[in-house]
DNA sequence: TTGGCCGGGTTATCGCTAAG
DNA sequence: CTTAGCGATAACCCGGCCAA
């Protein structure tokens, strides 16, 4: 018995179940004895209400409990269920297809969204490489990967696959190919919480239920009034690919179906499949003609912006994508973390109270020479009218606190005074700064050297500490400080430069290993930008970058889907440009905003 | 000998409701 | 928004039958 049940699958033992109880409850309330006779008089009872299939799965759930039955109560059974059968074959209704043009409907009901960009890869991706309700539902981000255009589907387990064996479907999947965009957006949505599976719950990471998937298929189909099942994709594509003309046995492969006849069903009559060219129909045709496949991808008219890259990259040498790259690679925060930093007290402040209470304990230092001097630095941030001090780090080495003190909103009076207070705390120049500080100028000394060989030029305080043997990171230098709360990495910025200062002079120890922070870390900050594309890009085109730059911190708002986005998954991520679906205007914006700048910007 | 079809058994989805 | 359960049924496979 136990052996008899293992031997099939969990679903029809559930099944077969539910069967076999329903039939032991109407045989008992009629006081009958549970046996085949009965068994025989529940079928022709159940087969006035329901189908042949459902006869048969009962006969099947009885015949898998009861090892002997009778020649005549099978013959009795086998009539029932043919009957029922032949009666059917008038009724039966014709499977429902949802073919290409519902599938490019549905692409056009994008919106920029994580349910809206799941759900419409979940419909595309059943229907390329059509899969099943339960397939979708087990996908893994390791089962697919792209490989020169073609999108590989590995669907491990499969209705038709009970041992688990595997099997792929290739799907055409260009770069820039809605299928291509879905997927890498849904993609970079995932990526902060990492899941296994790619159509999960959006609240948790847990794969979506079968049932579930075909709700929300099903759903989407009604929300652009179509009458379908999530199965009616497979159909669908069975019956496109067939109208393209690939052979019986090519769909069966890419179906995964392991008989022909498993598939046929699926196929109606298609005159392309027969033979005759959807060109010479075409002309005659007028509504029933199969669906044309041929379709123009949507391209954005880029008049401003592709031309201005083309110019820089003449001017850099170096591909449009390597210019993208850089791009983002500069754009794109990075989170760094410093363990050798957890011997300091990280003190940020916004109070002025706490902030002088702090920096009133730094040690007066009356024995000159004894005691290291006071390293500072300042941060400020940029705004339409001008910058403005926003930060001032502190190292004091003695007591090892890092003094982060926030004057962004200080008054321009509250400022000078923190100034003043600053420059008289230790005599005798022993402030030290890297680059000319004026609000210290009278008291600080400045270590920033020359760069070699070029006396003009004054040195990157990231090249002075590799000069030392450290690595710092500049990447938070032009990040908001006048937001709420700094951002850890912004924390560990900050204090790594004072703290370098330290290590220049006296060549202390830092270590040089850097952490790549959880990007969670990132949000947006500032949202000042227009989200009008066009005009926001004609506009500050005419004006050269440094205007623009002074204007727009760069870290304004970075589209949440670029943030996590690996570099070497980047570098296939620049057709966004020619994809209108691939960015919101607003997204569009903040993104040619950032090529822009680093196109034009001599910091690079 | 082959290929299509049918019967029968197994395993999935559909459509709906109700409840997390 | 998602899931579970339920009754019904579609979809899938395989082996055997039968005609060519």
């Not at 009778?70 to 008038?90: D, F, Y």
């Not at 087990?138 to 697919?144: A, F, S």
Request: aromatic share 8%.
């Amino acid at each position: 018995m136990t052996a008899l049940s293992s031997a099939k699958a969990a679903s029809t033992m559930k099944a077969y179940g539910q069967e076999n109880e329903q039939r032991r409850r109407w045989i008992l309330e009629r006081g009958l004895p549970l046996n085949e006779v009965s068994t025989v008089m529940y079928l022709a009872w159940k087969s006035e209400s329901v189908g042949s299939g459902s006869l048969a799965k009962i006969s099947a759930a009885y015949k898998m409990v009861n090892n002997e039955v009778s020649i005549p109560g099978a013959q009795c059974v086998a009539e029932l269920i043919n009957s029922k059968k032949r009666a059917e074959a008038t009724t039966r209704k014709q499977p429902v297809c949802i073919n290409e043009p519902v599938i490019v409907k549905i692409m056009s009901t994008l919106e920029d969204d994580a349910k809206s960009e799941r759900d419409v890869l979940l419909v595309h991706l059943s229907y390329s490489a059509l899969l099943r309700a339960s397939e979708a539902s087990n996908l893994q981000w390791k089962d697919v990967r792209v490989k020169n255009g073609l999108l590989e589907v590995f669907v491990a387990e499969a209705k038709n696959d009970q041992l688990g064996k595997g099997r792929t479907t290739f799907v055409q999947c260009k770069a820039g190919s809605d299928l291509d965009l879905l997927l890498k957006r849904w993609k970079v949505r995932c990526s902060l919480k990492n899941p296994d599976f790619i159509f999960h719950n959006l609240h948790n990471q847990k794969p979506l239920s079968p049932s579930s998937i075909s709700s929300i298929v099903k759903a989407k189909f009604d929300a652009i009034g179509v009458q379908g099942s999530h199965h009616a994709l497979r159909k669908g594509r069975a019956n496109d690919l067939q109208a393209e003309g690939f052979s019986l046995d090519e769909i069966q492969r890419t179906g995964r179906w392991r008989s022909p006849a498993g598939m046929s069903t699926y196929l109606r009559d298609n005159p392309r499949a027969q033979g005759i060219r959807v060109e010479e129909m075409e002309s005659e045709e007028e509504e029933e003609g199969p669906p044309s496949l041929t379709r123009e991808a949507p391209i954005y008219k880029d008049d401003i912006l592709i031309p201005h890259l083309r110019k820089c990259q003449k001017r850099k040498k170096c591909s449009l994508e390597g210019l993208i790259l850089a791009a983002l690679r500069h754009i794109l925060l990075q989170g760094i973390y410093y363990p050798s930093l957890e011997q300091y007290d990280i003190v940020p402040t916004r109070s002025l109270l706490q902030g002088y209470e702090i920096f009133g304990r730094f040690v007066e230092d009356d024995r000159e020479n004894i005691y290291p001097p006071l390293f500072v630095d300042t941060e400020s941030s940029t705004t339409p009218r001008g910058s403005k001090l926003a930060l001032v780090s502190h190292f004091d080495v003695h007591s090892g606190i890092v003094l982060l003190w926030r004057v962004h909103k200080a008054s321009q009076e509250e400022v000078d005074d923190v100034i003043w207070a600053i420059n008289q705390k230790r005599r005798e120049e022993r402030i030290v700064v890297f680059g000319s500080e004026p609000l210290f100028k009278i008291r600080a000394t400045d270590i920033q050297g020359d760069r070699p060989r070029r006396p003009n030029e004054k040195m990157a305080l990231k090249d002075a500490a590799a000069a030392i043997g450290r690595n710092i990171s500049k990447n938070e230098t032009l990040s908001d400080w006048t937001a709420d709360e700094l951002r850890r990495a912004q924390q560990h910025y900050a204090a790594m430069d004072v703290v370098i200062l330290n290590h220049s002079t006296e060549n202390g120890s830092v270590s040089t290993s850097i952490d790549i922070y959880s990007t969670a870390d990132f949000r947006p900050l500032y949202c000042r930008l227009q989200t009008t594309t066009p005009n926001f890009l004609q506009h500050h085109l005419q004006k050269r970058s440094q205007q623009v730059f002074s204007i727009y911190p760069i870290d304004c708002i970075l589209p949440l889907f670029l943030l996590p986005l690996p570099f070497s998954t980047m570098s296939s991520n620049f057709f966004f440009f020619s994809h209108p679906l691939s960015l919101s205007p607003y997204q569009w914006s903040m993104f040619a905003f950032s090529l822009l700048l680093f196109s034009s910007s001599p910091l690079l």
